[in-house]
């Protein structure tokens, strides 16, 4: 630890800078050079606190001024005067009446020698004498290179006699530059010696405009401040090493070298930079009489007009529903048969009540006129032509309930049509009866037809919905109806139950999601260049119509969203490569479409955009 240290005040230094100063101070004595009028020397109170705090730690305090309202609390606590160069001059003592083992820190100072230029402050020239007369040195070392204190033992205290013939004299410190000072040449005396200095004052530290490169700039100061090679010790200050470093000194050199290397290699091949890009954004609201049909090919935001893919989904239900009434009936059996046209590729024509004859001799009427297919001919093989009609008993009972039989045609016997056109049933006759038996009532029939076209048109919507994508959009109304109603037996015939059998159909447009998003993208960008938002975005549809002989659907779409300014990303990445922080902040003032920016430098060291592309990440957000 030094024995002296020297702290200039400066006029506007804070009491409380200049008090934890002097706390940090490891030195036993410490010197304040203080100028006339001082912020510090305007209270009393100051000057008794550094009392209190030196009696404490049993360090001395020497003062140097020209302010007479210090000099007297400086006699009030106690402390040393170093004398002026004015007043130096004219107390002035020899060198023979100082002993070797006095303290050697400048002239008492009294009221008698004062003159008009005490009042002078210490300049700089008188500064730089004051740490040179407290600086140790040895001069009669010859070693090119000293060992710093810190790595040395400390060695014993021992007494040190002036030398013989030491009697300069202490002349006036500033006014005689032929003065020879004293020197106290002993290994307890070593003076740790500063450069006075100005105590900076917080309020007054420029203040930083821009905080996105504080951060790293102060800490990459910090770094290559913190592994700077050590300096080379004072000569004098250790034992000799004859001009040849220590181990424990190379160590450090190549700790140092080593790190600086490590440091410079970090620093070129790991910067980084995230750019963050938030773009403007504005509020969009509008309307647009829309068409969609499978005859447009692309979104056209002038005529309103999108393409649309027709959908279409058929279903067929049936149900039985058992006959409700009873009574004496006499029905004829009934049923129906496929018949077959093997004779020419002619259609053959049958009237009402035609006859078809079982192969047990029971004859059935057809109850309406029809037309049996001609064959086809192709390749030298016939197709017979064929139709399934109904057929009713020639007459009442249970004797003409049959099972599957063949038939032919009565009215073509004897002659070549005959085996030509024949008959085939399936399914067995019913319905053949004499007596009581169950009736079907028109409510049966009624209640079937309601509750099979409701399943019908349902099941025909569901299988139509079944057909649409994800990506797929569609706009009710859906076109659904029943096309076509069966029943296997008419209000009062008589038949345990009636099978009722309906046909429904779901027709609409189906319209891409992406393609309604390209329509209102083209629509904001008529009058700039945006980006659609899908967050928050609203659509909706009014007086939707769907045409199904058109296969068109007609609606008002109502949009409600946000759309941000579009952004040339590859050009900007590009451009701000290499850019400081003046220059990039330049280039972005200049691009209107920037709402704001943020960037992210890694590591803590990287301070501008690198010229690398692959080390810059672009992200624009929403």
């Given amino acids: 630890m030094a024995d002296t240290k020297i702290i200039n005040i400066q006029k506007d230094d804070a009491f409380e800078e200049v008090f934890n100063e002097f706390e940090r101070a490891e030195a036993s004595e410490v010197i304040f050079i203080m100028p006339k009028s001082s912020k510090f020397a305007r209270r009393e109170e100051h000057f008794a606190a550094l009392a209190d705090a ?54 008492p100072i009294d009221d008698a020698g004062k003159d008009e230029d005490d009042d002078a402050e210490p300049n700089d020239e008188e500064l730089a004498a004051l740490e040179e007369e407290l600086e140790v040195e040895d001069k009669d070392s010859d070693d090119d290179m000293a060992i710093p204190l810190s790595v040395q033992p400390e060695p014993e205290a021992e007494t040190t006699e002036a030398p013989a013939g030491y009697t300069a004299e202490l002349t006036a410190m500033r006014s005689n530059k032929e003065a020879t000072y004293p020197r106290i040449n002993t290994a307890e005396d070593r003076i740790e010696t500063i450069r006075p200095r100005r105590l900076v004052d917080a309020k007054r530290t420029e203040a930083i405009e821009d905080d996105w490169l504080q951060k790293s700039a102060n800490i990459g100061a910090n770094l290559w ?79 309103g007009r999108l393409p649309g893919q027709y959908l279409f989904a058929e279903k067929e239900i049936s149900r039985q529903y058992p006959a409700t009434d009873e009574k004496q009936v006499v029905q004829k059996a009934r049923g129906e048969i496929t018949v077959y046209n093997t004779f020419s590729s002619e259609p053959q024509p049958l009237v009402a009540t035609t006859r078809f004859e079982s192969d047990k001799g029971l004859i059935f009427r057809v109850p309406k006129a029809v037309t049996i297919p001609g064959a086809k001919i192709s390749g030298g093989k016939t197709t017979p ?59 049966d029939i009624t209640k079937g037809k309601a509750e099979v076209a409701e399943e019908a048109l349902t099941a025909a919507r569901a299988e139509l919905l079944a057909k649409v994508g994800d990506n797929t959009k569609i706009v009710d109304p859906i076109a ?45 960008n008529k009058t700039g260049s945006w980006v659609l938002l899908s967050d928050g975005l609203e659509i909706s549809y009014d007086n939707p119509k769907f045409a199904p002989e058109q296969k068109t659907l007609n609606a008002v779409m109502r949009v409600k969203g ?20 003046q220059k990039f902040k330049e280039y972005i003032a200049g691009i209107k479409e920037i709402a704001s920016v943020k960037v992210y430098f890694s590591p803590f060291w990287v301070h501008s955009i690198p010229d690398d592309k692959t080390k810059v990440k672009l992200e624009i957000e929403y």
């Fill in 54 to 107: 030196a009696a404490s730690t049993e360090r001395t305090i020497t003062i140097m001024t020209a302010d007479e309202a210090v000099h007297n609390y400086a006699r009030k606590f106690g402390f040393k005067l170093l004398a002026s160069a004015a007043r130096k001059a004219t107390s002035a003592k020899t060198l023979s009446n100082i002993k070797a083992d006095d303290e050697v820190i400048g002239l």
């Fill in 225 to 303: 401040g913190n592994i700077l090679p050590p300096k080379e010790p004072p000569r004098g200050s250790g034992r000799l090493t004859g001009g040849r470093p220590s181990r424990r000194k190379k160590k450090w050199y190549f700790l140092a070298a080593g790190l600086v290397l490590i440091g410079g290699l970090l620093y070129v091949s790991l910067g980084s930079a995230k750019v963050v890009v938030s773009p403007k954004i504005e509020a969009v609201a509008f309307s647009i009489n829309l068409t969609v049909s499978e005859e447009y090919t692309a979104p056209d935001p002038t005529l």
């Fill in 385 to 443: 032509g064929s139709i399934v009609i109904p057929v009713i008993a020639d007459k009442a009972g249970a004797e003409y309930n049959i099972g599957s039989s063949r038939f032919t045609i009565p009215g073509f016997k004897g002659g070549p049509k005959y085996d030509g056109f024949y008959g085939q049933s399936v399914a067995a006759m019913t319905g053949g009866k004499i007596g009581m038996a169950k009736v079907i009532t028109e409510a």
């Fill in 480 to 524: 659904n109806q029943v096309i076509e109603t069966k029943t296997s037996a008419e209000a009062g015939d008589s038949f345990d139950a009636v099978e009722v059998s309906v046909k429904a159909t779901a027709a609409t447009v189906g319209i891409r999601r992406q393609d309604i998003l390209d329509l209102i993208t083209a629509y904001i």
């Fill in 562 to 581: 946000r759309a941000a300014a579009q952004l040339n990303r590859e050009k900007i990445a590009t451009d701000i490569l290499g850019f400081s922080q």
